[in-house]
């Protein structure tokens, strides 16, 4: 049995496919680990869920913003925006299994033995492993309840800025989804910088990338996210005992794997065409 870890595929769903047969991937006992951001955006946002869904006891996914981003909109709590290639999930005769089935993801993944953890985007500096686990699980209850559909109607905006054990409700799990889906800068005390999206040295003062806080409690963690597709080492480097494996697929970079059950952690790309223009790029 082969591991692979793969970064965000947004509905590229050609190039998936390619790239699981670069891999020799064989659905019958190898699995995958997925970065988040599975739909929105590119062409087959549909074949990529319906994919995922007929294997989903080999596949361990974390959710990204586009994946709830889907959900808010299909659950009347969002409008889709001009980018978005939504409307063959939303129209499909099976859309219920595939939101059900999307919904009961994770927005973080650990596993013991092989001591990974994955996230979509990134993490507060104050939570170590054990905590980040514990507030994914928070939200994670949330949505594979019947509350669901309250949370979608809170879920989006930038505030609360600052994290204290002490916030409640929405405004807690606003922060915590925000942490797991949209970050990558903050400051030395954990306040996101949520609308900085280029790469490091685009940022404002005082603002760092999330991994690279000296201070960080899950810095002795090895880490799989996604996200970041403009970072210079995404898809082929480690910085600060993370993995970055947003490629940039979408955009016509790549979609890349990573071996992770053994501990070469080798990486296999698979080039892309872009399906939206690099001039437009949104994340």
Same mark, same amino acid.
């Given at each position: ?19 699981? &047969? ?20 590119? @062409?087959?946002?549909? $074949?990529?869920?319906?994919?995922? %869904? ?8 974390? =959710? ?24 063959? #999930? ?44 514990? =507030?994914?699980? $928070? ?5 594979? !309840? ?21 916030? !409640? ?9 925000? #942490? ?15 609308? &900085?999206?280029? !790469?490091?040295? *685009?940022?404002?003062?005082? %603002?760092? @990338? +999330?991994?690279?806080?000296? *201070? ?5 963690? !090895?880490?799989? %996210? ?24 979408? +955009? ?7 071996? #992770? ?6 990486? *296999?790309?698979?080039?892309?065409? &872009? ?9």
């Amino acid at each position: 049995m082969a591991v692979y870890a793969v970064g965000d595929i947004q509905g590229c769903y050609d190039e998936f496919q390619a790239l699981l &047969a670069k891999i020799h991937f064989n659905p019958d006992y190898d699995e995958l680990w997925l970065c988040g951001d599975l739909v929105n955006r590119g @062409p087959k946002s549909l $074949e990529t869920l319906r994919y995922l %869904f007929a294997l989903k006891d080999n596949v361990h996914a974390v =959710l990204g913003n586009h994946d709830l981003h889907l959900l808010a909109t299909a659950y009347n709590h969002r409008h889709p925006g001009k980018k978005d290639t939504l409307d063959e #999930i939303l129209n499909a005769r099976d859309a219920d299994t595939l939101l059900d089935w999307l919904r009961h993801c994770s927005l973080a993944h650990y596993d013991n033995k092989l001591n990974l953890l994955m996230i979509h985007a990134g993490l507060h500096p104050a939570w170590s492993v054990q905590k980040t686990l514990k =507030l994914a699980h $928070e939200v994670e209850n949330i949505l594979r !309840s019947r509350e669901h559909i309250d949370f979608y109607k809170h879920m989006y905006g930038d505030k609360p800025l600052n994290w204290s054990d002490d916030l !409640s409700g929405w405004a807690r799990y606003r922060f915590i989804t925000n #942490i797991f889906t949209r970050l990558r800068y903050c400051d030395k005390n954990g306040k996101p910088a949520l609308n &900085a999206k280029g !790469s490091p040295g *685009t940022q404002a003062e005082n %603002f760092f @990338p +999330w991994y690279s806080i000296p *201070t960080r409690k899950s810095r002795q963690q !090895s880490i799989i %996210f996604g996200h970041w597709s403009t970072l210079p080492e995404a898809g082929n480097a480690v910085i600060c005992n993370t993995y970055p494996l947003d490629s940039g697929c979408l +955009w016509g970079g790549a979609l890349t794997a990573m071996r #992770i059950d053994d501990l070469s952690f080798h990486y *296999t790309r698979q080039n892309c065409i &872009a399906a939206q223009k690099p001039e437009l790029k949104t994340p």
